[in-house]
Antibody, heavy 116, light 110 residues
Framework: EMQLVESGGGLVQPGGSLRLSCAASGFTFSTYWMTWVRQAPGKGLEWVANIKHDGSGNNYVDSVKGRFTISRDNTKNSVYLQMNSLRAEDTAIYYC?????????WGKGTTVTVSS | QSALTQPASVSGSLGQSIAISCTGTSSDVGGYSLVSWYQQHPGKAPKLMIYEVSKRPSGSSNRFSGSKSGNTASLTISGLQAEDEADYYCSSYTTSSTVVFGGGTKLTVL
């Protein structure tokens, strides 16, 4: 069974940092782009970033450029999202998803709350 | 990177058909055949229902269909069932090599 499990969420103060992880299983992880999508409380989905299957390329939404970094370790079947300089508006459920455009496998999400 | 435009809500009766529109620009919806649709029930992760405008992944009901004309894509759900009540989001690849979502549409089944 294909599965994605996110972890690393929590409560952090404005200006702080957090690193999210997403562990994949049930498919050949190293052949897929991976994506992070977030959803603020009561709001819609927002695409955040994606990373090429071999880690050689990535893309970000403008609002996180320079603050967030997506990376992956194909030996550990995992993708990461390093989040720095966090703001209140980054508060959301963060989902990990398989593929770059047609996101066909999703994790259950991890919650990030940015508050003092 | 402006969000695609979807109606905030639509409703339909059991057994009827409804359509949800998704309007973008020539830099996203109109420029590529890379529109996807996702269904999200409360408290759950999104589920891919349609990809590449009109293709259905395995596990997606054939009551769901997609189309596109110019800068506007549409999701049609036929034979509405109670379990179709959910939020629906469109997304599109963009000329910036990013992905943009619509604001979401809440479907109510009467």
């Amino acid at each position: 069974e294909m599965q994605l499990v996110e972890s690393g969420g929590g409560l952090v103060q404005p200006g702080g940092s957090l690193r999210l992880s997403c562990a994949a299983s049930g498919f050949t992880f190293s052949t897929y782009w991976m994506t992070w999508v977030r959803q603020a409380p009561g709001k819609g989905l927002e695409w955040v970033a994606n990373i090429k299957h071999d880690g050689s390329g990535n893309n970000y939404v403008d609002s996180v450029k320079g603050r967030f970094t997506i990376s992956r370790d194909n030996t550990k079947n995992s993708v990461y999202l390093q989040m720095n300089s966090l703001r209140a508006e980054d508060t959301a459920i963060y989902y990990c998803a398989r593929a770059a455009r047609n996101m066909d496998v999703w994790g259950k999400g991890t919650t990030v709350t940015v508050s003092s | 990177q402006s969000a695609l435009t979807q109606p905030a809500s639509v409703s339909g009766s059991l057994g009827q058909s409804i359509a949800i529109s998704c309007t973008g620009t020539s830099s996203d919806v109109g420029g590529y055949s890379l529109v996807s649709w996702y269904q999200q029930h409360p408290g759950k992760a999104p589920k891919l229902m349609i990809y590449e405008v009109s293709k259905r992944p395995s596990g997606s009901s054939n009551r769901f269909s997609g189309s596109k004309s110019g800068n506007t894509a549409s999701l049609t759900i036929s034979g509405l069932q109670a379990e179709d009540e959910a939020d629906y989001y469109c997304s599109s690849y963009t000329t910036s090599s990013t992905v943009v979502f619509g604001g979401g549409t809440k479907l109510t089944v009467l």
